[in-house]
């Protein structure tokens, strides 16, 4: 906020009559703000700071962004316009006018909230939980929203407040679009939206920590209200906006450690059940109700009855006030001054600082806090002009009573927006492979599924679980939502079919089939057809769904990201939504070979007219029984060692058959093509030699960008008989009796395979 005008603190202050609301709210500048929008800021910067988008080490990542600091300039987003730029907003300047940090988003929403659209939201920024949960109630102007439903919703908009754009629910909608919007540049947008309207949202969390909002206690220190004769300024803005309260403010945020968390985004504001309140509030039981029921404002202080007792003021059944002062303490103590140095308007009411006291009063509840002063200026100052003040305005809010009420509500306030964002944030999931061991499956010697670009992976299987924590015992169930798969990825723009062009021993890598834009790798993405069903989970539950998409994961994708998005209830809110984000492997590709035509021996391969022709590697032929002829003349047995078409298939974790392929000829190969979790294995099984079945750990590849400099990094793929693959099971036969596995080099002195084109699979089952 904005506030001029004379920023020394008196610790009696005068009010007019109840005309003043009227004249104050029809103005639309410097108008009841509740701290300096520098302390919104900083608040807001702690609450961050405390939140699991920074002290939870994987929470961005798991929601799809770069796991970066909040305030890493590698990490940016546009703004949505909302007025000229106010550097205090930020702590540090933008890098661009499209390019803000998350915290400088989170920070300029907290800042704008009182300055868009020339300050008139203010009119919304108060509730009183005590009488029905209204808002300003001005005299001769409508009623106001409520705080809480103009930040949550952004209903209740009047000709004095405009509309919100920047609510919770608005939050909500740029989060899902963040995650689900097919271009990434509205993904972008979303993001920045989502960030900056929950700064605005936590601005009225912070709004609730000055009692003048949550007491009715309206304030206008506008010019024109001076002119008047309405000018009320609040003691309390004004004295935030100093350099030193300023730094007073930002040190309390920084006590703040635990965010609050409730059931429902109201309860932040109050969560006693009740908008008539008829007691203490507590510091757990929302902001708005602790602040109302615990603390005095300079229109709504305690007041001294005709008996002499003081007593709560008027509609203001707390606090309750002690019966006595419970400090006392003379003004030289208190301000440091001595008679000497005391300045002139100090020194004229009181020229022995000694012999003049400041009464504090505490509450029944906390009775040693400062809630209000009494003091020798009440005395003096008691008769203005002609009015008579008297004595129901003895009490009066101070620089003391201010700071008292600041380091009890900063910190707290601190801790009650963080708990906002964590639990808008709070829906988490785990994501894990289906029983088959593997997300994706496709046929590699299958047109319709190996061309570049427009081919690929049509359906993709997982194990999903609720692991969203508890929320004050209360399990966060997702019930009769909506869920969803999103994959994102990048396009390899050299792809082939048969891999050849891929990275490795072959094709050496070239970055220049790897696309970046503005220094990030192109991203585009794919999303699942909807399931048809009202998805429901409990916490701790899991459930194995199937997603099927109209549009292909790409074959020749890379930086692939697998995101499963639900929005539906969580817990008591209706509408939460949650995600979670999976690095997946590149499209990882399995050669199976049949090489049935070659012999091992020793750690050769031959062909069986190269053995036939050898005696040497005859008399090394294990079973023996395949050899015959004297020691000089030996041949192979007619019915060893003959070429043969071969079946092959890919067994599932669950040994489950997901795909087959009847008739593999001699020197031929087939190609899988499997998506799986870039840091596991993938365990399946594949048929071995004289109908036995081989289980292997498969590992996986990727073509990524690293998250924390961007760096193209990759897996490199190796040749096999002029053939790029990641990993090759090769079918020979074992023809001695050491039998080791040849080397590589040793494989690849077989002559290539007569076509780079695999066998097309009899079936994929998956």
């Given at each position: 906020m904005t506030i001029r005008g004379d920023v020394r603190l008196r610790p009696f202050r005068f009010r007019t009559g109840g005309g003043l609301a009227a004249v104050c709210f029809s103005l639309t500048t410097h108008l009841c703000f509740a701290y300096e929008i520098g302390n919104h800021a900083d608040i807001t910067q702690r609450a961050l700071e405390i939140s699991k988008l920074k002290t939870d080490s994987g929470k961005l990542a798991r929601l799809g962004l770069r796991q970066l600091d909040v305030?890493?300039?590698?990490?940016?987003?546009?703004?949505?316009?909302?007025?000229?730029?106010?550097?205090?907003?930020?702590s540090t300047p933008p890098l661009a006018p499209e390019k803000y940090q998350i915290l400088q988003l989170f920070r300029h929403g907290?800042?704008?909230?009182?300055?868009?659209?020339?300050?008139?939201?203010?009119?919304?920024?108060?509730?009183?939980?005590?009488?029905?949960?209204?808002?300003?109630?001005?005299?001769?102007?409508p009623q106001q929203p409520p705080s809480y439903t103009w930040a949550l919703s952004g209903t209740g908009a009047t000709a004095q407040t405009g509309v919100n754009h920047f609510s919770y629910q608005d939050a909500r909608n740029s989060f899902y679009k963040a995650v689900t919007d097919s271009s990434r540049a509205e993904r972008n947008r979303q993001w920045g939206l989502t960030f900056q309207s929950l700064g605005h949202v936590m601005h009225h969390l912070q709004d609730m920590a000055q009692p003048q909002h949550v007491r009715q206690d309206s304030h206008c220190d506008s010019a024109?209200?001076?002119?008047?004769?309405?000018?009320?300024?609040?003691?309390?803005?004004?004295?935030?906006?100093?350099?030193?309260?300023?730094?007073?403010?930002?040190?309390?945020?920084?006590?703040?450690?635990?965010?609050?968390?409730?059931?429902?985004?109201k309860e932040f504001w109050n969560a006693t059940g009740t908008e008539n309140l008829n007691t203490y509030a507590s510091s757990s039981q929302g902001i708005a109700a602790y602040s109302s029921t615990n603390f005095v404002s300079a229109g709504t202080d305690f007041r001294i009855s005709t008996a002499g007792g003081a007593v709560q003021a008027p509609g203001h059944n707390y606090p309750i006030p002690t019966s006595v002062p419970t400090e006392v303490t003379d003004i030289g103590a208190l301000t440091g001054y001595t008679n000497a140095d005391a300045p002139l308007r100090l020194k004229t009411v009181c020229p022995d600082l000694a012999k003049c006291?400041?009464?504090?009063?505490?509450?029944?509840?906390?009775?040693?806090?400062?809630?209000?002063?009494?003091?020798?200026?009440?005395?003096?100052?008691k008769v203005v002009g002609a009015t008579v003040v008297g004595y129901p305005n003895q009490f009066s809010q101070n620089a003391f009573t201010h700071a008292a009420t600041a380091s009890d509500l900063v910190p707290l306030t601190t801790r009650y927006s963080a708990g906002l964002i964590d639990y808008f944030f709070r829906g988490e999931m785990q994501v894990r492979t289906p029983a088959e061991g593997i997300y994706g499956l496709i046929d590699g010697g299958d047109p319709a599924s190996n061309?570049?670009?427009?081919?690929?992976?049509?359906?993709?299987?997982?194990?999903?679980?609720?692991t969203t924590q508890p929320i004050s015992g209360t399990p966060q169930n997702f019930t009769g939502g909506a869920i969803t798969a999103v994959v994102k990825f990048s396009r390899n723009t050299c792809f082939t079919s048969d891999f050849a062009s891929d990275p490795g021993s072959l094709y050496p890598l070239n970055a220049s089939c790897?696309?970046?834009?503005?220094?990030?790798?192109?991203?585009?993405?794919?999303?699942?057809?909807?399931?048809?069903?009202?998805?429901?989970?409990?916490?701790?539950?899991?459930?194995?769904?199937?997603?099927?998409?109209?549009?292909?994961?790409?074959?020749?994708?890379?930086?692939?990201?697998?995101?499963?998005?639900?929005?539906?209830?969580?817990?008591?809110?209706?509408?939460?939504?949650?995600?979670?984000?999976?690095?997946?492997?590149?499209?990882?590709?399995?050669?199976?070979t049949n090489e049935y035509d070659y012999l091992l021996i020793n750690q050769r391969l031959y062909t069986r007219a190269e053995v036939n022709a050898n005696q040497t590697l005859l008399s090394q032929v294990v079973p023996a029984s395949c050899v015959t002829g004297a020691a000089s003349s030996r041949t192979l047995v007619a019915s060893c060692f003959n070429p043969q078409?071969?079946?092959?298939?890919?067994?599932?974790?669950?040994?489950?058959?997901?795909?087959?392929?009847?008739?593999?000829?001699?020197?031929?190969?087939?190609?899988?093509?499997?998506?799986?979790?870039?840091?596991?294995?993938?365990?399946?099984?594949?048929?071995?030699?004289?109908?036995?079945?081989?289980?292997?750990?498969?590992?996986?590849?990727?073509?990524?960008?690293?998250?924390?400099?961007?760096?193209?990094?990759?897996?490199?793929?190796?040749?096999?008989?002029?053939?790029?693959?990641?990993?090759?099971?090769?079918?020979?036969?074992?023809?001695?009796?050491?039998?080791?596995?040849?080397?590589?080099?040793?494989?690849?002195?077989?002559p290539a395979f007569p076509t780079a084109t695999p066998v097309k699979l009899t079936s994929v089952n998956f």
């Open positions: 305030a890493s300039p590698l990490q940016v987003f546009p703004r949505a316009a909302s007025g000229a730029e106010i550097p205090v907003c930020y907290a800042c704008y909230e009182d300055d868009i659209e020339n300050g008139v939201r203010v009119f919304s920024h108060f509730y009183d939980p005590k009488n029905g949960g209204i808002g300003l109630s001005p005299p001769a102007l024109l209200c001076f002119a008047a004769g309405q000018y009320n300024p609040s003691s309390y803005e004004k004295l935030m906006i100093t350099p030193t309260f300023v730094q007073i403010v930002r040190a309390l945020a920084q006590t703040a450690t635990t965010p609050i968390l409730f059931g429902l985004p006291r400041v009464e504090f009063w505490g509450s029944t509840n906390q009775p040693n806090t400062r809630k209000s002063s009494t003091s020798i200026f009440g005395q003096d100052l061309c570049k670009d427009a081919c690929g992976f049509k359906k993709i299987k997982l194990r999903v679980t609720n790897f696309a970046y834009a503005n220094g990030e790798p192109f991203e585009e993405q794919v999303m699942a057809d909807p399931l048809p069903l009202s998805f429901s989970l409990a916490a701790g539950a899991e459930a194995s769904l199937t997603f099927n998409f109209t549009s292909s994961i790409p074959i020749n994708a890379w930086n692939v990201k697998l995101q499963v998005v639900y929005r539906g209830q969580i817990g008591q809110e209706p509408d939460g939504v949650a995600v979670h984000t999976l690095r997946l492997s590149t499209p990882t590709p399995l050669r199976y078409t071969i079946s092959t298939s890919w067994n599932g974790a669950n040994s489950a058959t997901l795909a087959n392929l009847t008739a593999l000829p001699t020197n031929s190969h087939a190609l899988f093509v499997y998506l799986a979790d870039y840091f596991g294995t993938v365990n399946a099984s594949l048929p071995g030699p004289n109908g036995t079945s081989v289980a292997v750990a498969l590992d996986v590849r990727d073509i990524i960008a690293r998250n924390s400099d961007n760096a193209l990094v990759s897996d490199l793929m190796l040749a096999w008989r002029n053939l790029q693959a990641w990993r090759v099971y090769s079918r020979y036969y074992l023809a001695s009796v050491d039998q080791t596995p040849p080397t590589l080099a040793v494989s690849n002195q077989r």
